[in-house]
């Protein structure tokens, strides 16, 4: 692995949503932990990276449903039933809260024991916090196990309609295995720069009717209403795996299907053939993002991306106690290991 001083910077809808959450928590996550997963890290950036890999049983279930969920599409493992699913994901998360409550491990191999914020923050597995995230995911898992073949890509798939298969959360055609990136140009502070943007789509397959279908997978307990606007950042997201499509595999607008389902509600929203002029606009959101994401570097110089000290990306809150900080896996990089949270509201 390359050691480099700095991280390099590019643009990506999760790196966007940090940025947009809280700056203090943007810095931990792109900056302050840069090289902590070397053999003989520097102390700071290797405790930040041990907190750049805390997950929770949220994220966790998410991952696995839409491991199934790939596993489905992609005909592996074909006749799960409902209860093989939850008997799946219930394994899947078993195996996560092992591996989640080993501090030695965590500690030594961050990336590979992500350790499991019901287990570090609120006070174990059987506290009362942590039932109630327990039950609110087999509550997903139940919906999940219901829902996932009423999907509208799953029943389209298993009808045939698959003419071929491109993207499946990786590239089949292997040639860039975790997501790939594109580039769009923009002077920021006085230069032109080339932004590297990183777009994973969650399934992206050739219809018989010709047409590129854009599948974003949704884990959420509730639907969200999505309006076909580049403000809105659920059509946002399409939009930007629409540019990638476009950008690699050279397809038209107008032979696009960008698809979000939610699949442990079952619901679908579906916009065909976005216009230039709506690509356009969220192309200058990312542009217009970047630049005040490079307000935070040195110089404004995103090429050599040294961020400006920690102090300058401020906190959501000064005393932890907002909806943010309260599910934030820094959260004892801000106000201590022991600092109470005090709700568990905000999960989803
Ligand atoms: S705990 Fe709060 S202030 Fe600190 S990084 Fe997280 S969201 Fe930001």
Redesign the pocket.
């Known amino acids: 692995m390359n050691i480099t001083k700095t991280p390099e910077f590019s643009w990506s809808c999760s790196r966007s949503q940090t940025f947009n959450t809280?700056r203090?928590?943007y810095w931990?996550q792109y900056y302050g932990g840069h090289n902590g997963w070397l053999d003989n890290p520097d102390i700071t950036a290797h405790t930040i990276y041990k907190y750049r890999n805390v997950t929770n049983f949220n994220l966790v279930v998410g991952q696995g449903i839409h491991e199934v969920m790939k596993k489905a599409v992609t005909f592996k493992d074909d006749d799960y039933s409902g209860q093989d699913v939850k008997k799946w994901l219930k394994d899947y998360l078993h195996e996560a809260c092992i591996k989640g409550s080993n501090m030695a491990a965590w500690d030594s191999k961050p990336n590979r024991n992500p350790m499991l914020q019901e287990f570090l923050y609120w006070g174990g597995f059987k506290s009362d916090k942590s039932k109630k995230v327990i039950d609110y995911v087999n509550k997903k898992l139940d919906n999940f196990g219901e829902m996932f073949k009423n999907t509208t890509t799953y029943k389209e798939i298993k009808a045939g309609r698959m003419k071929e298969l491109i993207e499946a959360d990786e590239n089949m055609n292997n040639d860039n295995k975790f997501g790939s990136e594109i580039f769009t140009y923009s002077n920021i502070h006085g230069k032109d720069r080339a932004i590297k943007i990183w777009a994973k789509v969650d399934l992206l397959y050739i219809r018989d009717d010709g047409k590129y279908v854009i599948t974003d997978w949704k884990t959420e307990a509730k639907d969200v209403f999505v309006k076909e606007d580049s403000s809105d950042d659920s059509y946002f997201q399409l939009l930007v795996y629409a540019w990638y499509v476009f950008k690699k595999y050279h397809v038209l607008f107008k032979n696009m299907i960008l698809r979000r389902e939610n699949v442990v509600t079952g619901t679908t929203f579906e916009s065909a053939a976005p216009s230039l002029a709506v690509v356009s606009k969220a192309l200058q959101r990312i542009v217009s993002e970047v630049e005040s994401m490079a307000d935070y570097v040195v110089d404004g110089d995103v090429a050599n991306n040294v961020s400006c000290s920690k102090e300058s990306y401020g906190?959501?809150?000064d005393d932890?106690h907002c909806s943010?900080?309260e599910k934030?896996k820094?959260?004892a990089l801000?106000?201590g290991l022991d600092s109470t949270v005090s709700s568990v509201e905000n999960i989803a």
Request: aromatic share 20%; hydrophobic share 25%.
């Open positions: 809280c203090r928590s931990y906190m959501v809150s932890g943010q900080c934030c820094f959260r801000c106000f």
